[in-house]
């Protein structure tokens, strides 16, 4: 099946410092999305991307559809304390409704 | 603000067991899904539902499973003899229609977390 993989696995941040998370895959997608997931609750979403080379922006987050439509980024830029969470990356290839959802990246913002 | 509402938030069953987990989606979405998470993985998509059929499913939805909207606001998800390596949480989802091309957001629910002992 479909893989997506997400870098860094876990990080430990300083408030105010800005934030880099990665998501790969070797297949391609047409829709990628980023959302967070806080402990004991759903998912939700934070951005979505439709086109090749898009750059979205949602307050502090910004996110990128790379080029090769098999890459995507997320940058939060000046942390605080309630972007603890774990942040996953899921794509969109076929259909327009199953999601496939990274591996996920854990943040933990040091106050 | 609507919600995603799933019951219940926790529940313990033995091997073998049959069991029924509960969603009510957002009153005006269409599309109907549901999710799973197992401890510490990332979240794996099941199966959406539209029109009072599946849609789309995937391969770990087998024919242990089975979902229904068995009137107009709720939207459950069975399996007929869990197996301990179903222990997982379950999400629910719901999405508008409409935007045909572009991804409709789904709306997750806050998950039942099933133990199979």
């Known amino acids: 099946g479909q893989q997506l993989n997400q870098s860094p696995q876990s990080m430990f941040i300083q408030e105010g410092e800005d934030v880099s998370m990665n998501c790969t895959s070797s297949?391609?997608?047409?829709?990628w999305l980023w959302y967070k997931q806080d402990p004991g609750e759903g998912p939700v979403l934070l951005i979505a991307?439709?086109?090749?080379?898009e750059l979205t922006s949602n307050g502090r987050l910004t996110a990128q559809f790379g080029i090769t439509r098999k890459d995507s980024f997320l940058n939060i830029s000046a942390s605080i304390p309630s972007d603890v969470g774990i942040y996953f990356c899921?794509?969109?290839?076929?259909?327009?409704?199953?999601?496939?959802f990274g591996t996920g990246t854990k943040l933990q913002v040091i106050p | 603000e609507p919600e995603v509402t799933q019951t219940p938030s926790h529940q313990v069953t033995q091997m073998g067991q049959e069991v029924i987990l509960r969603c009510v989606p957002i009153?005006?979405?269409?599309?109907f899904y549901w999710y799973r998470q197992i401890l510490g993985q990332k979240v794996e998509f099941l199966v959406s539902?539209?029109?009072?059929?599946?849609?789309?499913k995937s391969e770990i939805f087998d024919d242990q499973f089975s979902v229904e909207r068995p009137d107009g606001s709720n939207f459950t998800l069975k399996i007929r003899s869990t197996k301990l390596e179903d222990s997982a949480m379950y999400f629910c989802?719901?999405?508008?229609?409409?935007?045909?091309?572009?991804?409709?957001?789904?709306?997750f629910g806050p998950g039942t977390r099933l133990t199979v002992l």
């Open positions: 297949s391609i997608f047409n829709t």
């Open positions: 899921a794509g969109i290839s076929g259909g327009y409704q199953k999601v496939t």
């Open positions: 539902f539209y029109n009072n059929e599946i849609s789309e």
């Open positions: 009153s005006n979405h269409l599309y």
């Open positions: 989802a719901s999405s508008p229609a409409g935007r045909e091309g572009l991804y409709n957001e789904q709306f």
């Open positions: 991307l439709y086109k090749a080379g």
